[in-house]
């Protein structure tokens, strides 16, 4: 820090010196007096900064400052770099192994459109299938005309009625006794009116994969349909194959649908077609023939079929006819 020089004492003023002073030198000198010295401490005013004469006023007492801690966007605070990901080491693959893996994928390739293709086959098929009808077995003067709801795909792609082989209806109709003599075969199906007095027909001609394919009112209108052969060729009776097809043709006859306590199996109290002239069929119902149709025991499929079978061969003896009629 910066001192000023201390101010000197005031000097004392000797009578003699000052006179052996004057005799000494030729030279006149003025005398110092006390006035002089008042005067000359007046003419010095030291500065506000003197160390001497300006007293340091006492600093007052702060407050405890608070710890300082720094926030997010202060300059001290240095944010971690994030740590570097690590490269991924790739492998070394041999030109063998990628030959084997673009091997690979292209036999899957090959797969996946052999799939789309067999998968766009099948499609095209079922529409064909679909578009396809089956031909009825009609006649006049028959016994027992056998109705179905309609042709499934592989009935409809081989041209006869029933060629499903997990479909039971020629085996039942055998156990029966409609057929006594054999298993007939689907390829038959347009010959049983002249050998057996027997007729086949559907609900709906339109092929399908199930029921649920086709639609209430197709069903309702197939319904029409069928009472109308019925009431061109007149047969003694009609076999209804399932029990569902005998709830759409009830629902489309009487307005409403069949109640489970109204329901009964075998022959029903109602005929169907009467018209002018003809008071109409008998009916008789007998549980599905289908593979799908496991709700029901085959022994009680085949006691159903028997009740019909020998009705039919009672017919057949009243009538005097011989079944089969005519075999080649």
Known sequence: MFRLPRARKDPTVDADADADENSSNSAPTSTYTDSDASSSEEAYEPGPSSSRTTKRKPKPKSEPEEAYEPGPSSRTTKSKPEPKA?????????????????????????????????????????????????????????????????????????????????????????????????????????????????????????????????????????????????????????CIVGKGIWEIIWRARMGRRLAKEQFVWGWQEERWGAGPGWEGTRVYVVPSTSGLAAGISMEFKRECWRTLGDWVQMRRGERGEVAPRAVE
């Not at 690979?104 to 499609?123: F, L």
């Not at 029966?176 to 199906?189: A, I, K």
């Not at 007095?197 to 309702?220: H, I, K, P, Y």
């Not at 069928?226 to 060729?233: A, F, H, Q």
């Open 86 to 238: 690590k490269p991924t080491k790739r492998k070394r693959v041999s030109r063998a192994g990628l030959s084997a893996r673009s091997n690979a994928e292209h036999q899957r390739q090959i797969k996946r459109q052999r799939a789309e293709n067999q998968q766009a086959d099948a499609q095209q098929q079922e529409q064909e299938q679909e578009l396809r009808t089956v031909p009825d077995a009609l006649a006049p003067e028959l016994i027992c005309v056998l109705i179905g709801l309609n042709p499934g795909l592989v009935t409809a792609a081989v041209g006869h009625m029933y060629a499903h082989p997990r479909n039971h209806f020629w085996r039942l109709m055998h156990a029966g006794g409609l057929t006594p003599d054999r298993v007939c075969p689907p390829e038959m199906d347009q010959r049983l009116p002249e050998v057996y007095s027997l007729g086949l027909t559907n609900l709906v001609e339109r092929a399908s994969a199930g029921q649920a394919d086709l639609s209430r009112a197709e069903m309702e209108t197939g319904v029409a349909v069928c009472e109308t052969k019925l009431r061109r060729w007149r047969p003694e009776s009609v």
